[in-house]
């Protein structure tokens, strides 16, 4: 089962689907809802000075434990940032774009390593 962590519906387009097609519905496979409540990325302020803040990166909020079965959708930091520790996340890949070029899905799911 794939569960959608991101703030926004995941619609998976077919291979074919061309960009710059303000329409939604063509060579579209699927549509994966967001769950009620996004994983973020983390940070912990360890303090600094007036020019720059040291801030930790790494630590996700809202993700689930690693179950059986499971894989999530994350946002890419949240994936990119947790990689070497978890295998269950995957992130939007090969993108799609209307003609104004915003991205509105993507053609495949990528797990980052």
Same mark, same amino acid.
């Given at each position: 089962m794939i569960l959608n962590l991101t703030p926004h519906p995941i619609r998976?387009?077919?291979?074919?689907?061309?960009?710059?097609?303000d329409d939604l519905e063509p060579h579209l496979r699927e549509v994966i809802? *967001?769950?009620? %409540?996004?994983?973020?990325?983390?940070?912990?302020?360890?303090?600094?000075?007036?020019?720059?803040?040291?801030?930790?990166?790494?630590? #996700?909020?809202?993700? *689930?434990?690693?179950?059986?079965?499971?894989?999530?959708?994350?946002?890419?930091?949240?994936? +990119? #940032? +947790? #990689?070497?520790?978890?295998?269950?996340? +995957? %992130?939007?890949?090969?993108?799609?774009?209307?003609?104004?070029?915003?991205?509105?899905?993507?053609?495949? +799911? #990528?797990?980052?390593?």
């Amino acid at each position: 089962m794939i569960l959608n962590l991101t703030p926004h519906p995941i619609r998976l387009y077919w291979a074919e689907r061309e960009d710059g097609i303000d329409d939604l519905e063509p060579h579209l496979r699927e549509v994966i809802e *967001p769950e009620p %409540v996004p994983a973020r990325l983390a940070t912990i302020e360890l303090g600094g000075g007036i020019a720059f803040e040291l801030v930790e990166f790494g630590h #996700a909020q809202n993700l *689930p434990p690693k179950r059986d079965g499971y894989q999530y959708i994350v946002s890419l930091v949240v994936a +990119l #940032a +947790l #990689a070497d520790r978890r295998s269950d996340l +995957l %992130v939007p890949y090969r993108e799609v774009r209307n003609s104004s070029g915003t991205v509105i899905g993507c053609r495949s +799911l #990528a797990q980052p390593v």
